[in-house]
């Protein structure tokens, strides 16, 4: 078993900078991917960054420049830095990692964490 703890949202003006937070808790468990969706009111959930646990990134086209993903497997941690802020990226940021248990895969979501980006 294992959870994810996000920190990081909040209220920003446009062009300014927030870093998000996921640390995943638990025991027994190697990382294969972790990444960082998000859900603005009335559409789909979206994939913004993912990051494999050897560092390897992909970004939605919409970010790139703009935010950073970036791993720490000593703490098990992943992090969001999103810079340049514009208001479009207002929405809730979930937390994404698909972690291999005993050789089996299991996919987790962190209960998610607001961004308002305000014009």
């Known amino acids: 078993q294992a959870q994810l703890v996000e920190s990081g949202g909040g209220l920003v003006q446009a062009g300014g900078s927030l870093r998000l937070s996921c640390a995943v808790s638990?025991?027994?468990?190697?990382?294969?991917?972790m990444g960082w969706y998000r859900q603005a009111p009335g559409n789909q959930r979206e994939a913004v960054a993912t990051?494999?646990?050897?560092?390897?990134?992909d970004y939605a086209d919409s970010v790139k420049g703009r935010f950073t993903i970036s791993i720490d497997n000593a703490k098990n941690t992943v992090y969001l830095q999103m810079n340049s802020l514009k208001p479009e990226d207002t929405a809730v940021y979930y937390c994404?990692?698909?972690?291999?248990?005993?050789?089996?895969?299991?996919?987790?979501w962190g209960q998610g964490t607001q961004v308002t980006v305000s014009s």
């Open positions: 638990g025991s027994m468990f190697s990382i294969n991917t």
């Open positions: 994404n990692a698909d972690l291999l248990i005993a050789t089996y895969e299991y996919t987790y």
């Open positions: 990051i494999t646990g050897g560092g390897s990134t």
